[in-house]
């Protein structure tokens, strides 16, 4: 074994002064007469030797990995996406890794699903940085067609009153539909729903966890079925959300989950429900879809 790695040594020193040769016979022609004494190269500031245990092979690990390792381990600065979702422990635990507390946070409180996450922005930050934060607003929807927004809209007015409405910058042509069903015929109403889009693109199926896992035969290559976690920060051309009121029960944070499942078409939602819908989705108009036998 000692053999073999000082073989493999001398062969990497080998390789090294091969590099440095090349080096030396590319140097400038105009400076092989009267070298600029001030002039060096890589030949000047290194051997063959040096150069090998530069790239002598060790454990790569990533920067989280290196700093999984050392508590010590700190930031100079730090970018957290769904910082919304944050408990306060977790707070504590990142802000001991940022010393200088130079972040940038993206997140949306309307969009906290986790019941340990935030609904203030000041709650949190105020005790690690006072008043030294500054708070950004995204006005501009680019994704949500104005059509769905329109939805959307009562519910973020339910979840927090003040927040700002970002303004969709286009129609899609697709007004919302909701279509009653029944317990029996739930499955077969979401298949018949999906076969009947005429538009491609990609579809999602976003329901409670239950109802997932009974719809789970439904997906497919172009059709997705998912719960409200798994669609955060996804988008898809048409969602179907199945039964809201099953959301909007099965978190603390329901109504922020509804908001979450509504805002994730760029084109066209649907809504199927077998009971009654929550009162804040009232507005949306009835479908009668009809379908072949």
């Known amino acids: 074994e000692r053999e073999r790695a000082q073989r493999e040594w001398r062969a990497q020193i080998a390789d090294a002064q091969g590099a440095l040769d090349i080096l030396t016979g590319s140097a400038p022609q105009d400076l092989e007469d009267e070298m600029d004494p001030e002039i060096l190269m890589a030949y000047d500031l290194i051997d063959a030797s040096q150069l090998a245990q530069r790239h002598d092979q060790g454990q790569r690990q990533t920067t989280a990995e290196r700093a999984a390792g050392d508590r010590t381990w700190t930031y100079g600065h730090v970018i957290v996406d769904e910082a919304q979702e944050l408990s306060e422990m977790a707070w504590r635990m990142l802000m001991r890794r940022i010393p200088n ?25 105020e005790p690690y ?16 067609p104005s059509e769905i927004m329109d939805v959307a809209h009562r519910v973020l007015e339910e979840i927090d009153p003040e927040q700002s409405v970002p303004r969709s910058v286009r129609d899609s042509g697709f007004a919302p539909w909701a279509l009653k069903t029944t317990a029996e015929e739930l499955e077969s109403t979401v298949r018949r729903c999906i ?66 499942a509504l805002t994730r078409a760029t084109q066209r939602l649907g809504i199927i429900h077998v009971e009654s819908l929550p009162s804040v989705l009232d507005g949306v108009e009835a479908a009668e879809l009809a379908f072949d036998s």
């Open 101 to 125: 507390r130079w972040m940038t946070l993206v997140g949306d409180t309307a969009q906290t699903g986790d019941p340990a996450g935030t609904s203030s922005w000041q709650k949190i930050l």
């Open 129 to 144: 940085v006072a008043k030294r934060w500054k708070l950004t607003e995204l006005t501009v929807n680019y994704r949500t």
């Open 195 to 260: 076969e009947s889009e005429s538009h491609p693109g990609i579809t999602a199926v976003i329901a409670g966890s239950e109802v997932v896992a009974d719809l789970a035969g439904i997906a497919s290559d172009t059709v997705s079925v998912l719960s409200v976690k798994d669609v955060k920060g996804l988008e898809f051309d048409t969602v179907l959300i199945v039964e809201p009121a099953d959301i909007l029960d099965e978190s603390p944070r329901g109504m922020n989950d509804l908001y979450v």
